[in-house]
């Protein structure tokens, strides 16, 4: 799960205001249960999936079932409160759009780790985007390799089997 984190009352109120006006145009109902969710999400820092959200909120006592916790994430993507990754053949992974960083991820096919680091590559994509006349939403770019850690796990093998 995703680091805890003491999140400002400006963003959360900022979030907030977006899920209300999403919920308003699309007729949908504006339940505890939908602000709780988003309120434990911005409440944390990184990548996350549902499984180990919807547990963490059990053990918390939310009252939020698992359908309740995967209809709203769907609100939130469509909302552009939350993003959606897909790192390799690993389970699907989320984090949350506003108050992040701009950052890039390198994900380990060997250990399946997934790594974030900023880019310089912020301005080239708005550049591209400019040049075809293309207003970016979002980026997300990932890089496929091996960590440090299993190379040197993979090299010290190799030199033990010679």
């Not at 949350?96 to 912020?122: A, F, K, M, Q, W």
């Amino acid at each position: 799960m995703a680091e805890k984190k003491q999140v400002s009352t400006r963003l959360l109120e900022n979030v907030k205001k977006v899920l209300t006006d999403y919920l308003e145009v699309h007729q949908h109902r504006k339940t505890p249960e939908r602000y709780a969710i988003l309120e434990e999400i911005y409440s944390r820092t990184g990548h996350f999936d549902v499984e180990a959200l919807f547990m963490y909120m059990k053990d918390k006592n939310y009252r939020v079932s698992r359908a309740t916790l995967y209809n709203t994430m769907d609100l939130l993507l469509d909302a552009k409160l939350i993003v959606k990754h897909q790192f390799g053949k690993n389970i699907a992974q989320f984090e949350r759009v506003y108050g992040n960083r701009p950052h890039d991820h390198l994900i380990c096919l060997e250990c399946g780790e997934v790594s974030e680091v900023d880019t310089e590559i912020e301005a080239t994509v708005k550049d591209v985007a400019e040049r075809a006349e293309f207003t970016v939403a979002h980026h997300s770019l990932y890089i496929y390799g091996m960590c440090k850690k299993c190379k040197t796990s993979k090299v010290g093998s190799l030199e033990n089997n010679n």
